[in-house]
């Protein structure tokens, strides 16, 4: 089983940036189609952004497109979210995600398709 550690996040003001990482373990990683989620005060997750296995396709919550980027290092075992011109609705706890092949688009923005998941790490954009 996957083993998903999340690193990077901290406290900006808003326009800020900051890059995510999560590292993996115990797994060939490139058969991981990888995941971006985010828990705001509160017990809903939201899906932020996700990759296939290659990295030639990402898929992005509108809330965020234009502004983030997702993006995987398939020789690291790393995936990251480089986040910019943030802004205090993106504050929450970031929850890096591990899933099989996804074969269907829509799937990819559903949680229930990522298996593994990774403890967290707080994002928190001040105003």
Do not use: H
């Amino acid at each position: 089983q996957a083993q998903l550690v999340e690193s990077g996040g901290g406290l900006v003001q808003a326009g800020g940036s900051l890059r995510l990482s999560c590292s993996t373990s115990g797994t060939t990683f490139s058969t991981y189609s990888m995941g971006w989620f985010r828990q705001a005060p509160g017990p809903e997750r939201k899906f932020v952004a996700a990759i296939n296995l290659s990295g030639r396709r990402t898929f992005y919550a509108d809330s965020v497109k234009g502004r983030f980027t997702i993006s995987r290092d398939n020789l690291k075992d790393t995936v990251y979210l480089e986040m910019n011109n943030l802004k205090p609705d993106d504050t929450g706890l970031y929850y890096c995600a591990a899933g099989g092949a996804i074969s269907s688009d829509e799937n990819y923005y559903k949680e229930d398709y990522f298996r593994n998941w990774g403890q967290g790490t707080q994002v928190t954009v001040s105003s």
